[in-house]
């Protein structure tokens, strides 16, 4: 009985780490296989999980960068070396999930820069991008993240007391704090709920629990020139919002920003952005 608990927790992390981060599960394996031998002579408590946190790490920052670039034509996303363009956190980095296609990336640095020209110490801030590896493999939970042509950025946000821009979306993961339809204007999630997705709001729960909503106010102004930045630049193709920000920013001439099925996730708390 043992055993069989042991296997059903490893395969379980084995499953979990692959699903979150693509490349998690065989290093938790390399790890077992390493920690077998160590053990041998002195049994250390925690070795296999520091054992992966090393090789993970030094996987992660080292040998997928390289790889990604010249096997599956992927770069990883700037952390902090662009302070124009960062992600929303850090974990989207950590688990890999933050390549694109070079010429995504150098889409996005221009977008980034003219934000900041028109809005100082405004930044760009991304969430799920791409995996690093093989076209076709999906970044879950979402449809369409799987050839380094897709990313998610975040809406900007106001203090609601004093009405500083924030850098960030207050929501820890950007996800889930809406800027919802203004009386008078299409619903478009209220539409879908009564179609019968009832779960097409399940990310806001996530974020209630960490944010206040009504400590926070929708930044239209910059929201708004972010979708104008987007929307007019060459190189990206398919853009997802709801409909009522799409016509709130005056965007109805663009035929390439569209509505996500009701099956997908709301896009009231960001924009989803593909390369042409």
């Not at 090789?55 to 990604?68: F, M, S």
């Not at 956190?89 to 020209?117: D, G, H, S, T, W």
Request: net charge positive; charged share 20%; hydrophobic share 40%.
């Amino acid at each position: 009985m043992k055993t069989f608990f042991r296997v059903f927790r490893h395969t379980l992390l084995f499953a979990l780490l692959t699903l979150l981060t693509q490349i998690g599960g065989l290093i938790w394996l390399l790890s077992l296989y390493l920690n077998r031998f160590a053990q041998k002579r002195r049994r250390i408590w925690g070795l296999s999980g520091a054992i992966f946190l090393i090789l993970y790490t030094v996987t992660t920052i080292y040998i997928v960068p390289p790889v990604a670039k010249y096997c599956f034509d992927r770069v990883p996303l700037p952390a902090y070396s662009n302070p124009n363009l960062e992600p929303e956190n850090i974990v989207y980095c950590f688990f890999n999930r933050n390549y694109v296609k070079p010429a995504f990336l150098k889409a996005l640095e221009e977008v980034a820069e003219q934000m900041q020209e028109k809005f100082p110490g405004s930044t760009v801030s991304y969430m799920d991008a791409n995996f690093p590896f093989i076209d076709g493999y999906p970044l879950e939970p979402h449809l369409n993240h799987n050839y380094g042509k897709a990313i998610d950025i975040t809406f900007y946000w106001k203090n609601a007391k004093t009405g500083a821009p924030l850098r960030k979306s207050p929501s820890p993961h950007g996800y889930g704090l809406w800027a919802e339809a203004q009386p008078g204007e299409y619903d478009y999630a209220i539409h879908c709920k009564q179609q019968g997705y009832w779960y097409i709001g399940y990310d806001g729960t996530f974020a209630s629990w960490c944010c206040n909503r009504k400590k926070y106010v929708f930044d239209g102004e910059r929201t708004g020139e972010l979708m104008c930045l987007i929307a007019a630049h060459p190189a990206f193709g398919r853009i997802l919002i709801q409909p009522h920000l799409k016509k709130r920013f005056g965007l109805e001439e663009y035929t390439n920003i569209v509505a996500q099925d009701c099956f997908s996730a709301r896009h009231d708390d960001h924009v989803h952005v593909q390369l042409k």
